[in-house]
C-alpha cells in the first residue's frame, strides 16, 4: 500500500480514483464503521472521476486532499493514471452503471442521513488502522479530536458539496451522451462511405475490363488486315 502526502496529492490532480476491494468492502458491509467525513468521500468514490473534481466540489466537507490521503493510508482508494482507466465497451451499460451511481435516492432519503451522520460503530475505525499500519508501517494518520456535532448549516454546506457532486457528475455524463452519439454519427457515415467506395471501386473495375476487352478486339482487328 503506497503511502502518499498532500503535496504528492496535488502532483496527480488528473489521476482518478478508485476503491480499493477493501472500500468496496466496507461500503458492502457498513460504511457507518468510518468517520462522517471520511465515509462521505468514499462512498462519493466510483471511479470514473478524478482527484481535481473531488477537490473542487466538496469543498463543504473541508479538506478533500487531506481526506483522500486518509483514505489512501487505509487503502481503502487508490489513485489511477487515466491511461490505466479502462471505459467500458457498451454505451448502454455504462449508462446503466452512471443511472445507479447517480441515483438521488442515496442523498436525500432518511437511510442516506443516517449513514452520512449516523455514529461510528465502537473499535471498527481503529481496526482499520492496525491492518492499515501491518501493510504500511510508514502510515501515521492525522490525529483529531472526536467530531463536533454538525450543525444545521454545517450540514447544509455538505449536502450543497454533494449536490454539486452530483451535478458535475451528470454534466460528465450529458456530455459522454453527446461525444457517444456524435461518434456514432460519424460511425454510420463511415459505413456509408465506405460502401459507396466500394461499389465504385466495383465498377472502375467493370469498366476497366471491358476496356481491355475492347482494346484486345481492336487489336486483333488490326492485325487481321
Given at each position: ?86 471505459s467500458i465497451a457498451e454505451p448502454k451499460d ?22 452520512l451522520y449516523g455514529k461510528t460503530s465502537a ?52 456530455n459522454m451522451r453527446h461525444r457517444l452519439a ?44
Amino acid at each position: 500500500m503506497a503511502v502518499i502526502t498532500q503535496q504528492d496529492l496535488k502532483a496527480r490532480l488528473d489521476d482518478f480514483v478508485v476503491r480499493t476491494e477493501r472500500g468496496n468492502d466496507v461500503v458492502r458491509r457498513n460504511p457507518r464503521e468510518m468517520p462522517r467525513r471520511l465515509r462521505v468521500l468514499l462512498l462519493a468514490v466510483d471511479g470514473s472521476h478524478t482527484v481535481q473534481l473531488y477537490v473542487q466540489t466538496l469543498k463543504g466537507f473541508g479538506d478533500i486532499s487531506e481526506l483522500l490521503v486518509e483514505l489512501i493510508g487505509l487503502g481503502l482508494v487508490t489513485l489511477r493514471a487515466p491511461q490505466e482507466v479502462k471505459s467500458i465497451a457498451e454505451p448502454k451499460d455504462q449508462f446503466a452503471e452512471l443511472n445507479q451511481l447517480l441515483d438521488d435516492s442515496r442523498f436525500n432519503s432518511a437511510q442516506a442521513a443516517d449513514v452520512l451522520y449516523g455514529k461510528t460503530s465502537a473499535g471498527s475505525f481503529d481496526e482499520m488502522l492496525r491492518v492499515a499500519q501491518l501493510e504500511s508501517p510508514d502510515f501515521r494518520p492525522k490525529k483529531t479530536a472526536p467530531p463536533a456535532p454538525v450543525s444545521p448549516s454545517q450540514q447544509k454546506a455538505q449536502l450543497d458539496s454533494l449536490f454539486k457532486l452530483l451535478d458535475a457528475m451528470r454534466g460528465e455524463r450529458k456530455n459522454m451522451r453527446h461525444r457517444l452519439a456524435k461518434m456514432e454519427r460519424l460511425r454510420a457515415a463511415a459505413i456509408k462511405l465506405d460502401r459507396e467506395n466500394q461499389r465504385l471501386f466495383n465498377t472502375a473495375f467493370a469498366l476497366g475490363t471491358v476496356c481491355v476487352a475492347l482494346l484486345v478486339s481492336l487489336l486483333l482487328v488490326v492485325i487481321r488486315r
